[in-house]
Nanobody, 122 residues
């Protein structure tokens, strides 16, 4: 089993920045890919970005390109999401996810964190 714990969320003004962290524990050696998703109130879950754990390949949702950056620190078993130029529409609960096998990069993840709230004021 893999446990994921997000941190770094909070309140920020429009145009500001936040860096989210996701610490993985347990059987982290089985992780193939990690990702960030978000879910705004009353809306469906939305893919944000993903990173292949060993190779470091990254994929972003089109709307996130140029503003968000996903990265990892293998020594710490931690993945990050640097968010810049934040907009009120970025307000959501952000979730970290891990996938054991290869496949779809934006869905079907095996493990999920509890989420961290990001609120962007206008």
């Amino acid at each position: 089993q893999v446990q994921l714990v997000e941190s770094g969320g909070g309140l920020v003004q429009a145009g500001g920045s936040l860096r989210l962290s996701c610490a993985a524990s347990g059987r982290t050696f089985i992780i193939y890919r990690m990702a960030w998703f978000r879910q705004a109130s009353g809306k469906e879950r939305e893919f944000v970005a993903a990173i292949r754990w060993r190779g470091g390949n990254t994929i972003y949702a089109d709307s996130m390109k140029g503003r968000f950056t996903i990265s990892r620190d293998s020594a710490k078993d931690t993945v990050y999401l640097q968010m810049n130029s934040l907009k009120p529409e970025d307000t959501a609960v952000y979730y970290c996810a891990a996938k054991v096998d290869g496949g779809s990069w934006d869905q079907y993840y095996d493990y999920w964190g509890q989420g961290t709230q990001v609120t962007v004021s206008s």
